[in-house]
């Protein structure tokens, strides 16, 4: 059986939206089970000294357009969520919260808080939102919303991010197959053919 993917990602990146609206599809067309692993960027960005792509000269009007393009390009529903972009730091230990007890449900709460925000524009920074979209794809809320006031989530959250960083993610979406790593929404023809024919 071959090893699961690897997709990391945090829940402000819109790229991050569009590769998972298309990641299990894509892995289970060969064969592959997909690991999600939210983390956060601002994390890296600590590690790595970089800053936001819409913070950069020039690069800031080019990609809001980028944005509605490949989300048109991909055929998924797209707003500019205001404010954009939030932390996420609530939503990705809800997620690990689930992911505990059923993965199956993780994922689907992944994909609704990406889709609360990018496609209704929801504030996803907010704890009762994230509260909300778990309750929805089956999760206790109260027993969500008490675990996320304690350490122990918390110190889960970081210690993924510090297990993201010491694989080399350093944006979202970041794909690892087989130990080949691929940035970015637009490896997807990159992902298909390593899938299809192995290292190329």
Not at 146 to 159: F, M, P, Q, S, Y
Not at 189 to 195: G, S
Request: one cysteine or more.
């Amino acid at each position: 059986m071959a090893e699961p993917i690897d997709f990391y990602f945090d829940f402000s990146s819109p790229y991050g939206y569009f590769m998972a609206e298309k990641i299990d599809a894509l892995a289970a067309a060969h064969g592959r089970s997909v690991r999600w692993r939210p983390f956060l960027l601002g994390a890296v960005y600590k590690h790595t000294g970089s800053r936001l792509m819409l913070d950069a000269p020039l690069k800031g009007p080019y990609v809001f357009r980028d944005f509605e393009r490949t989300a048109a390009f991909y055929g998924l529903p797209w707003v500019v969520p205001q404010p954009f972009p939030v932390g996420t730091q609530v939503a990705a230990r809800a997620f690990y919260w689930l992911l505990d007890q059923d993965e199956a449900m993780a994922r689907r709460f992944a994909l609704d808080i990406y889709r609360a925000y990018f496609a209704q524009g929801r504030d996803i920074s907010q704890e009762a939102v994230v509260a909300d979209v778990a309750a929805a794809v089956g999760a206790d809320r109260a027993a969500l919303v008490e675990a996320l006031a304690g350490e122990a989530i918390r110190n889960r959250l970081k210690d993924e991010c510090a297990r993201a960083i010491d694989k080399g993610v350093f944006g979202s979406p970041y794909v690892i197959v087989d130990g080949e790593a691929f940035w970015g929404v637009d490896r997807i023809p990159q992902i298909e053919r390593w899938l299809e024919t192995g290292r190329f």
